[in-house]
């Protein structure tokens, strides 16, 4: 077990694991979009009263940037409080669908749609709210790219089998092939 501190210092944020420094970078403006389920109303208040107040135009009510892409819930009283939520701040877009893992290329299509339409931006970052990001490495990787040309970072899954059995289970039914084919895992840009 380890303890990551995040810390926000004069010069940028600062990364500890286990008390151990790991990484530091300078503080960035960015494009965000936050693949909520409902549940994180404090994650997204979050982000609200840091970074998003420096944006120089407000989120979608001018098309800037949204913050966050909403799936329908299961439960109606987290839609209901997430509606009023949405037209308050104007920085969530709904999807019309409930969430279920089996549709996570779904909304990964549809940010990317989003962000081609509404926001000027030449890259657009798709990851899980759960996931630490290198926002140098990922700049200094942009950097090396000409401009105009695709930038894919993450790993490609090669020789991936589908599970038969447990909670991640894929039927015959669903896949019938033995491997999956080449399929992109991690960040997508």
């Known amino acids: 077990m380890f303890v990551l501190t995040i810390r926000a210092g004069v010069d940028g944020y600062h990364i500890n694991a286990g008390g151990r420094h790991v990484t530091s970078f300078p503080y960035r403006m960015g494009f965000a979009l936050e693949d909520a389920t409902g549940l994180a109303i404090k994650e ?6 840091t970074w998003m107040q420096s944006l120089p135009v407000k989120p979608l009510k001018q098309l800037s940037a949204s913050l966050l892409h909403w799936v329908l819930n299961p439960r109606s009283e987290v839609n209901a409080i997430l509606k009023k939520e949405a037209a308050y701040f104007g920085d969530i877009e709904i999807l019309p669908f409930m969430d279920r893992y089996e549709l996570v290329v779904i909304k990964t299509v549809a940010i990317c749609e989003f962000g081609v339409r509404n926001v000027t931006a030449a890259y657009i970052m798709k990851c899980d ?9 990922i700049l200094k990787d942009i950097e090396r790219v000409s401009i105009g040309s695709a930038l894919y970072l993450g790993n490609l899954n090669l020789l991936h089998r589908p599970l038969r059995t447990g909670k991640w289970a894929v039927s015959y039914e669903e896949w019938p092939e033995a491997i999956y084919p080449l399929m992109p895992m991690g960040l997508d840009m």
């Open 44 to 49: 997204r208040m979050a982000i609200r009263k």
């Open 129 to 137: 709210d759960d996931t630490f990001v290198r926002v140098g490495t």
